[in-house]
């Protein structure tokens, strides 16, 4: 068989069947090759943004790879961006790139890149095999590689002529490595810190913010009087009401430095030691206290659960998780701001949903509205750049289709990979996207002060200004096949809200705020 | 004054108004310096790659360079596609990409990456002042490398702090460098290869295929009895009745193969040697034909035009150009095929219109129908990185002001940069962009036979499909702005274009077409 026929029979058979993408020419022979192996299901998306975040909300909730097809280097630079948010939520993806012949690329074609260049920023794993022979068992490597706790990107660039040569073979799985169990030493250092008298803060990430890890870490702050914490942007939250309840490091460091004031030590489970989002005239960029000590528990990549369960039964034996009780918001009345819509949302929120959260300012009073709603994941913009909410969940849809998914979507983020909207009708996505219209780049109106500008005007304000025209966000839903409605009022997004779930597939509702407001 | 400010001072002393912007956090002390160098004009747009796509536009229309303002790696990232394209089309282009503090990176927060791995797979020129002192010198180096024959992407990487600090000055222009005479042995030997006997063919590309080099190159076909092709994708061809016809060398292998065949010389004036787009599988990949000798007469940042003369006064010396005639195709009735569309654009393209071409299958009648409409310019998918036709039209309609543009735009390629469109409205921009909606990847399913793939089902097929659902542009458009219509017949195309042309500002048409009809 050729060497696409054996890429894609490898794949299926190390458990990996579904593909995000966006083919060219270089890929024809991966796509027709669809058709032999028709375990693996083929996701057309406008846009290769549109694919690689999909990759990522599919990654984050199926706990092992999607593909994604992308065509060449300049395929790859438009995925790059939500490749990077996948390469810091550690979620386990593959990248296949397909690349010219390996005799074509000296020819310098218009399409020639440093397709490796790009890859190399976001990978985990890159590999170019050079014969058919060879890509089998390097796509069986690279799906492990994907897979390798805590996750990451895996790049395979796939010449053309190595996926349409014969002579390939498909090649057995790679066996999975488990996350790496924490040594008796460390947690016992940890437990001498919490012991050790002076304020403890348990700072959780990654897998330590699921269940297991929050119910362990709720023992061990019960016990020990810990504070804790998750850092500020984690790639799947569980919460909601049964589950214990932790409070997010805060985005703005203002906000952040007292959550961790008067620590003497942190401990990290699974989290990166905090510093700030962005660099500010004259503030510090790590968070930690000084006098602080920095304690780590577990890496991303170790069994973060596993290690705070250790810690639990050392220092907080018989003690029970305080779970967060069940509580919703009344469904408010009046005008339609970001805390009515949160509430408008936490009233509702059904169990088991998946929340795609990039609301930015908007999504403000989000956290507060919906705590205590039943069951649900929330996935958040992990490296910051935006335009992922739409995509992920797309793939949060396709690894969960038996579950409700919300996307809380900022105006300005959603026109980065607004085709993704087109991929959740075409695959009749169980897909609810509320686009908070504020008609503004409202955290950069934020920021612009913070960052210490002092007067500014006219051109500087009208760089942050989305309401000239006005987005209408109705009308761009129907132009892709999305069934839209427009909310000016809590009640209407509430009566909007409740009719978008109730309904199986894709709908939008363009719930227009203030500002900040 | 601080960084941005001396940074923006100096960008306009040396000729650089325009800016292109996407911004972030870390680049709001540029913006705001804008209000205090009223000079400069900053241009939301709402992705990245329609910033540098406009950009390019800008570029090959003004022959001077434009900025663009993108937000650290994953800005550079989504804006990187057009770059690709930029680097291709040898445009003058400055990317300013805002980076965290110096201080800051070591922290790796969220959004830190590897911008020079990115920057450098684009740039002819890459640089990273350190302090605020640097940056004036650094900016005027930037604009100079930009302009550098034949012109290319430079990138600032603009550290926040470097933005923000006190202690900078403007600095001035560096002078800039003029195009490199071609040596007289150089001429001389493009001479004997014309006077050698055999079939000779001329290859124009880059500032060859404006007027003065179109007159040059056809006196001396004229003379020699040479063929004259110009190279497939031209950054900006001068075309239309008065100036010299050139055909363009095809972009399918098997139709270039006979515009080369038995030459026994290729004189190459800013062009480089041909090669097929893709590999096949069993085919070359150089177009030139076996036993033809090539002769570089001129290099893309040589003096192509004046080369052109110098070789024209040896070879063809009282010989006149041959101009195309005047002639436009009557306006068709009937259905609406790409064919009947391009006779409709032929009938009415206004003279000094600038259009941006990224029509890809259905506009293969466009060549001839357009070749006699009165004088023009053409600019094409130069680097094969679809995405580009809106974005390039953005900055073309900002670069020329008073002249009519039109953005001749593929329905799968329209939707990689689509929010194009609202700039398009913000600006008022005289754009008429015609959607050619075949609601396929037409060029896909061409492609696949192409590559030798003999059988075809489903799967494969699915993936190249976009009419489930059909995507409705003039909804699109209304969504961000943009007055639209919808044309299913040749004289609804005809009268709707009329319309747009006579009308200030963005119009779009969505022309309802048959994949490769």
Redesign the interface.
Known sequence: MNGAQALIRTLTGAGLDVCF?N????E??F??A??AV?RMR?V?C??E?AATGAADGYGRMAGRPAATLLHL???L??G??NL?NAR?AHTPLLAVVGD??T??RR?????E??ID??A???SAWVRRPARSADLAADAAAAVAAAARPPGGVATLILP??VS?SAGAEPAPPVPPRAPAPVPHDVVGAAEAALRGGGPCVILLGGTGVRRAGLEAASRIAEAAGARLLCET?PARLERGAGIPAVSGLAYLAELAAPQLAGARHLILAGA?AP?????Y?GRP??LVPEGCQVHVLAEPGDDVPGALAALADLVAPGVKPVPQPPARPALPDGDLTGESAAAVIGALLPEGAIVSDEANTSGLWLDGATAGAPPHDWLTL????I?QGLPLATGAAVACPERPVLALEAD?SA??T??AL?TH??EELDITTIIFSNRSYA??GM??E????V??????R?????S?????????A????VPASRATTAGELASQLRRALAEPGPHLIEAVVPPLG
Chains 1, 2 share one sequence.
Request: no cysteine.
């Open positions: 993408s083919p060219g020419t270089s024809m022979h796509v027709a669809l058709d028709p083929g057309l406008l846009f943004g280097g300049p395929g630079a438009n790059l961006a990077h810091r010219h012949a005799y074509h020819f310098d074609a218009p399409l890149s440093d260049a790009l190399g920023s976001v053309a002529d349409w942007f990166a510093v700030t989002f962005f660099a005239p960029s790590s992990t490296g910051g750049a335009g300005g026109m980065y607004i085709s087109w009708a075409r955290i950069l920021e612009l913070r960052v210490g500008v007067a500014t005007g006219h051109a500087a009208s760089l942050l200004d989305l000239r025209p006005a987005l209408d966000f109705t009308a761009l129907a132009g892709m096949g």
